[in-house]
């Protein structure tokens, strides 16, 4: 059962990538300029979250049905795939929204 999250994060990824690929929204409409925002984004939250642990904000929370693999003290394994999971989600969902709208302009 230690495991289910981070599959649960692998599963979803891999649909923002089958989206991604099928309406061509992110890294498929521009590889180079999507890895880069993609990492920066990853970084950052990365970056916050590490802050809010330093500062006694953040905690790992005790569940069964993650690995127990940290990172640092109080950073899990399964945060960067979940921060991945949030980038590539906004990027994505923006990447719609451009489509979208670029339908409705005259």
Request: net charge positive; glycine share 12%.
């Amino acid at each position: 059962m230690g495991i289910l999250y981070l599959l649960g994060l692998l599963v979803a990824l891999t649909g923002m990538v089958l989206l991604d690929r099928r309406f061509g929204l992110f890294f498929w409409k521009d590889a180079r300029r999507a890895t880069i925002v993609l990492v920066l984004g990853v970084l950052f939250f990365v970056a916050w979250d590490l802050s809010g642990i330093g500062l006694g904000i953040f905690f790992r929370g005790e569940t069964v049905f993650m690995t127990g693999l940290q990172l640092a003290p109080e950073f899990p394994l399964e945060e960067v795939f979940f921060l991945t999971l949030l980038c590539y989600l906004a990027m994505n969902l923006v990447g719609g929204a451009d489509r979208v709208l670029a339908r409705r302009r005259p």
